[in-house]
C-alpha cells in the first residue's frame, strides 16, 4: 500500500512524528527520490540531536547511494551548517531536523547545490509522487555501480567562512549569556566563538533532543525566561538565544528584555549597506515600518515579500539582494548562498555592539521605533469569512489601504495590520504595528474582537 505523506509533506520540508507518520523505510525513499529528482551525482547529508536523527539520515543516505549517488556525511550540525556544506561542496543537501518541534518529530529540509531551496514547486511535490509510488510498488531498481558514503566533519570551515564576513577583529570583550535549548547551537557556538573575546555564559549546551529544560524556540517568550534572569544575574552585554537547528537566532539585551527580530534585521541591513552600497534588502510584511525606513536611509531599496523562507530566498535570487530579514528571526545573506543562518546575524550584533561603548539597547533604540503586539493567533471556524468580516470593516475608512499580497493587510497613517491564515490549522494570525502603545492596543482589540465574536 501506498504511504500517505499528505500529513508530513509540507510546503517547505517534511515533518512528522517518528514512526507514526514515517520511518526510516520511508526516509530510505526519500533519499532516493531526493537524488532522481535532483539528478545528483552526489549528495550532503546532515542531522540534529533528536534521538532519531542518526537513524533516518543514515536511511536516506542508504536510498541515495544505491541509485548511484555519492553521499558526503557530515554527521551533527545545525542546519545553516548543512546550508553551508551544499554552498561550498557545490552539493544538493538534505538536513535532518524538525526545528523546535517536540522530540517525537523529525523531518527533512531539501536543498539543491548551493543550497537553494526545495519546496511544493521546486521539486518537493514531484519527491512525494515518487515515494508514494515506490512504497506501493517497490523500491526502485538499483544502479548498477552504487555510490559511495564518506563522512567529513565541515564545523571548523563553517566557522571559519562565518568569521570572513563579519570584521570581529577590533571588538571590546564582551560577556555574553547563550541558551542553546538543547539544540545544536551547543555544538556550533564554541567553534564560532572560540576565537573572539568573549566571556560565554552557556545554558543548555548538552544536545538532547528530548528538549528538557525548555522548547527550543525562542520566539516563544515562555522559552528565553531562562535567558532573560540569566543576563540580568551575569550582569552580561547580552544573550542569544538559538532554536532547535540553530538556524534561528533571538537576542536580549543587557537588561534582559528580548529585541524585535525587526529590530535585529534594520541593524544588520544597515551594516550589510555600509559594504554594499545601494543594495536590496529583502523584508517580509510583518516586519516594522523601521525596516524599509532604515534601508532607504542607509541608500537601500526595500522589497517586501511574503512570509516564508521560500518567498525570500526567490526574491533574494531575483533582485540580487544582499540580505533579507523576516520577524520570526530568519536573517537571509547573499554572501551565504542566500540562505539563512542566525549564527552569521548574531555575529554582526557582536560586532556592532562591540566596536561602540553604550549598550545593546542603546544601539537598537535608533532601530525600534514602533510599538508591535507580536503575532496573536485565533482559532476559528471559517478563515475566509472571518478575513472578510474584518476586511468589511475597515475598506471603506478614509485614509486606508488594503492589499493581500499574503493574507489581508491593512494600512493607515499611524497604524498597520497584516491578518494570515494558517496553512495547516484553522488559525488565523494577526500582527499589528502603530506609532504608539495606546493606537496599537485599540487596533489590535478592535480586530480580535471581530474574529473572535460568537
Known sequence: MAADLSQIVKAYDVRGVVPDQWDEELAELFGAAFVRVTDADAIVVGHDMRPSSPGLSGAFARGAAALGADVTLIGLCSTDQL???????????????????????????????????????????????????????????????????????????YAAHLLSLVDLSAIRPLKVVVDAGNGMGGHTVPTVFASLPLTL???????DGTFPNHEANPLDPANIVDLQAR???????????????????????????????????????????????????????????????????????????????????????????????????????????????GMLAALHVLAALGTQDGTLSQLVATYDRYQGSGEINSTVDDQSARTATVRKAFESRPGVTLDELDGLTVTAADWWFNLRPSNTEPLLRLNVEARDTDTMAAVRDEVLALLRSA
Request: proline share 6%; net charge negative.
Open 231 to 341: 543576563v540580568r544575574a551575569e550582569k552580561a552585554d547580552l544573550g542569544l538565544a538559538f532554536d532547535g537547528d540553530a538556524d534561528r537566532c533571538f537576542v536580549v539585551d543587557e537588561r534582559g528584555e528580548g529585541i524585535s527580530p525587526s529590530a535585529i534585521t534594520a541593524l544588520v541591513a544597515a551594516r550589510e549597506l555600509a559594504k554594499h552600497p545601494g543594495g536590496t534588502v529583502i523584508h517580509n510584511l510583518i516586519t516594522s515600518w523601521s525596516v524599509p525606513e532604515v534601508v532607504r536611509e542607509e541608500g537601500g531599496s526595500p522589497v517586501r515579500t511574503r512570509v516564508g523562507h521560500s518567498f525570500i530566498k526567490e526574491e533574494m535570487a531575483r533582485t540580487g539582494a544582499i540580505f533579507g530579514g523576516e520577524h520570526s528571526a530568519h536573517y537571509y545573506f547573499r554572501d551565504f548562498w542566500n540562505a539563512d543562518t
Open 83 to 157: 546550508y553551508f556544506a551544499s554552498g561550498h561542496l557545490g552539493l544538493p543537501g538534505a538536513m535532518f531536523t524538525a526545528s523546535h518541534n517536540p522530540a517525537q518529530y523529525n523531518g527533512i529540509k531539501m536543498c539543491r547545490a548551493g543550497a537553494a531551496p526545495v519546496g511544493q514547486d521546486t521539486g518537493l511535490s514531484d519527491i512525494r509522487e515518487l515515494v508514494e509510488r515506490w512504497s506501493a510498488e517497490g523500491a526502485p531498481e538499483p544502479a548498477a555501480v552504487p555510490g559511495r558514503v564518506t563522512e567529513h566533519d565541515t564545523l571548523t570551515e
Open 201 to 207: 555564559v552557556p545554558m543548555y549546551f548538552e544536545l
